[in-house]
């Protein structure tokens, strides 16, 4: 391996997928964090979402738009663990379908159980691998079910740095109960396990956080990562090249580093965004900017998300446990379209306002709509432009109707009372839209704007480059069927033994 600049390794962002692949490889590695090297006690509340705000120092807060008419600022994670360190801390994996719909090959559902287990200690189900047998072979299953893996069979992780489990006990809402006593009585199916690879259904949400604190991404595996050097506030303006090899990097300040191998880990819209500058991107779009194009490839273009609204509600439980997570059990649900779940209802069981109602998010899993990202000049400290594209189709406005008008149905069964919309509003398709158009946001899973098959291989290697990867959400071909906090750690990890 190349030695340049005695690091073998530089790593490009200190979030979800860059601290996995950080902690994971060997040699000498450099991880490049644009923002503070450090994660705050505060910050690790899981209780609190915070961080999310537009004005915490955490936050980047991307102006975006999510549709036209329909401005929004997206919250994405500022230093060290990146977004993972102020998410709802909600450890979900992906499922079958999505790898079957990816179709790369390394990138199967049993390549990506064996990262996950690589990652988790699911305190609620994991089950120690026999002597002599490798944590990522543990319970591969040999049967299906009507199309799925047999629910159970694929096993959880036993030794990974991540701790996973689900509220109970004290931790338990009393609106998390009723959720379920409803999707239960409206017919829908359990699914007692959500990281079981098995069919949609209502069931509790995997958390990586114990005793209140969150397992960032940060902490889990850079504190037993002797040969990893962090550099926080190290923004990277380019990507340094000799003919088609990427040698380094050029910060904002102006100076360089150089090393055998660098992985871009900034993120869906950071990794993206550097590529761009780097001339690695649309043609059209890179001379607009001003940019002097290096390979012609469709990096910001298509990528995907879940557009999501907040229906609220009211009732009358003492609040939330101090240590309990905010969001707390789930219904996927088939809207027509898709067995494997292209629709979601997530309980939050604290109110985003103090003193106000509880939520179920509502968000479309497998959307039509497709989103891009485009610079605005080549100075790396202007954001990108960044446009979701959401409900541009009527079969995407169909089934995000269907998702709310189902949360209200779960409601309606005794989850609580309702707030909005009114009965005026779920009755018509118009009124619905409209009311959809006024509280749109988004579930902040951006996936596939740099993705394999169109800008990098199933080696995450950028195409007609050498020495150049990428290793985070953007490399995936869609947006996950469930979140992506799990997804992006696991990208992490199936990064580093790629490289290995």
Request: charge should be negative; charged fraction near 20%.
């Amino acid at each position: 391996m190349d030695h340049r600049g005695g690091y073998d390794t530089l790593v490009i962002g200190g979030g979800s997928a860059g601290c996995a692949l950080a902690g994971r490889l060997p040699g000498r590695v450099l991880l490049l964090e644009a923002g503070p090297a450090d994660v705050p006690p505060d910050v690790r509340d899981a209780g609190s979402l915070a961080a999310t705000s537009p004005t915490h120092p955490r936050n980047w807060a991307y102006a975006a738009e999510l549709r036209p008419g329909s401005p929004a600022v997206v919250p994405r994670g500022r230093g060290l663990g990146g977004s993972g360190a102020i998410n709802g801390a909600n450890w979900v994996w992906a499922t079958p379908a999505d790898t079957r719909d990816w179709a790369q090959p390394g990138w199967s559902w049993p390549d990506l159980v064996a990262a996950y287990h690589r990652a988790e200690t699911d305190l609620d189900h994991a089950v120690p691998a026999p002597p002599g047998v490798q944590e990522s072979h543990v319970a591969v299953p040999t049967g299906q079910h009507r199309g799925f893996p047999e629910p159970g069979r694929w096993g959880h992780g036993s030794a990974g740095p991540v701790p996973v489990r689900r509220a109970g006990g004290d931790l338990l809402h009393p609106a998390t109960e009723r959720f379920l006593r409803a999707a239960a009585a409206l017919g829908f199916p359990p699914e007692p396990d959500k990281n079981a690879g098995a069919p949609p259904g209502v069931g509790l949400i995997p958390c990586n956080a114990v005793d209140g604190v969150r397992a960032d991404p940060a902490t889990a595996y850079l504190r037993a990562a002797p040969g990893v050097t962090v550099r926080g506030n190290a923004s990277v303006a380019q990507i340094l090249f000799d003919g088609d090899r990427a040698r380094g990097v050029e910060l904002v300040d102006g100076s360089t580093v150089e090393a055998g191998e660098v992985v871009l880990c900034a993120g869906a819209v950071g990794s993206a965004q550097l590529l761009m500058l780097s001339g690695i991107g649309p043609a059209d779009e890179l001379r607009a900017a001003g940019v002097r194009v290096r390979l012609d490839l469709p990096v910001g273009r298509d990528w995907s998300d879940h557009p999501a609204v907040y229906v609220p509600f009211a009732d009358t439980d003492p609040p939330a446990h101090p240590h309990a997570p905010g969001s707390q059990a789930g219904l996927d649900l088939d809207c027509g379209a898709d067995p494997a779940g292209d629709g979601e209802v997530l309980l939050f069981v604290r109110p985003f306002v103090p003193g106000g109602p509880l939520h179920l998010m509502c968000a479309l899993q497998v959307p039509d709509s497709r989103g891009s990202i485009a610079l605005v000049s080549p100075d790396p400290r202007e954001r990108p432009l960044i446009r979701y594209g959401y409900l541009r189709t009527e079969h995407d406005r169909r089934r995000l109707r269907h998702v709310i008008r189902t949360a209200a149905d779960l409601l309606r069964a005794g989850s609580g009372a309702r707030v909005a919309p009114g009965g005026d509003v779920l009755g018509t398709d118009r009124a619905l839209d409209g009311w959809i158009a006024a509280n749109l946001t988004t579930a902040v899973h951006l996936s596939g704007s740099a993705a394999m098959g169109r800008v990098v291989d199933p080696q995450l290697r950028v195409m007609g480059h050498e020495g150049l990867r990428v290793a985070d959400t953007s490399v995936l071909p869609a947006v996950p069927r469930r979140g992506t906090a799990a997804t992006a750690v696991a990208i992490g990890e199936r990064a580093a033994r790629l490289m290995g």
